[in-house]
């Protein structure tokens, strides 16, 4: 079984709300009015080209701070750093570390990542985060200039590591991403809690002490 993983409030910490209300607070003065800025900034193309590695963080920032009326000087002390300000979700990578103990045990599981995540960032996170080694692969869009829901994503890490897709499931927090992935011939787990994961993936799990049977792309 392969099992893939977003990143970002999956197995680390992203809360766009909270951290628009944190260093936003006079630009989003309700909680609707911080849910509409933190839409409005984060899933519009000013970032989604970032996370593309398309355009550059100051390009992100420039456009954002001309489009919102922000302080583009505010933008680029919250966000240049954000790679470090992604902290890990303790109850997704307790269950990654169960499932990396399994794996190397013998058990029939592949542990990969697909992450909407600029190269700035996934660099900062790979040193910062112990648990990059234990993934057999993964792709960061900033690496490969393609973002989920883009099937094309979903295609490359599939050939990269000749992931079968009856055999593949998916976990990210965004439905869009988890359709695309449906659509793809994965499996796929909309992830809102990452408490209830492993749970919702415990019905996807070989038995306990399943016999390896390695896919061609593991050597």
């Not at 570390?97 to 700035?120: C, H, I, K, T």
């Not at 996934?122 to 792709?139: K, M, N, P, S, Y």
Request: proline share 6%; aromatic share 8%.
């Amino acid at each position: 079984m392969n099992l893939v993983f977003d990143l970002g409030a999956v197995l680390l910490t992203w809360e766009p709300v909270a951290l628009v209300q944190t260093h936003f607070a006079p630009h989003a003065p309700t909680a609707e009015a911080a849910h509409a800025l933190a839409a409005r900034m984060f899933r519009h193309e000013d970032w989604l080209g970032f996370d593309r590695g398309t355009h550059s963080l100051d390009d992100a920032i420039g456009r954002m701070a001309l489009r919102l009326s922000l302080p583009a000087q505010r933008l680029n002390e919250v966000l240049l750093p954000m790679g470090e300000r992604l902290e890990p979700i303790s109850a997704t990578v307790d269950l990654l570390a169960g499932l990396r103990r399994r794996r190397d045990a013998g058990e029939d599981l592949r542990l990969y990542y697909l992450s909407n995540m600029p190269a700035p960032y996934a660099r900062v996170l790979e040193r910062r985060h112990a648990f990059f080694q234990w993934f057999d692969g993964g792709i960061f869009s900033g690496d490969v200039r393609i973002i989920k829901p883009q099937r094309e994503i979903y295609a490359l890490l599939a050939a990269r590591h000749a992931l079968a897709a009856a055999d593949t499931v998916f976990i990210d927090d965004s439905l869009a991403n988890v359709l695309a992935a449906r659509e793809f011939g994965w499996h796929a787990i909309h992830c809102v809690q990452p408490g209830a994961l492993p749970a919702q993936l415990a019905g996807y799990l070989p038995p306990v002490g399943a016999p390896l049977i390695r896919h061609a792309a593991a050597g």
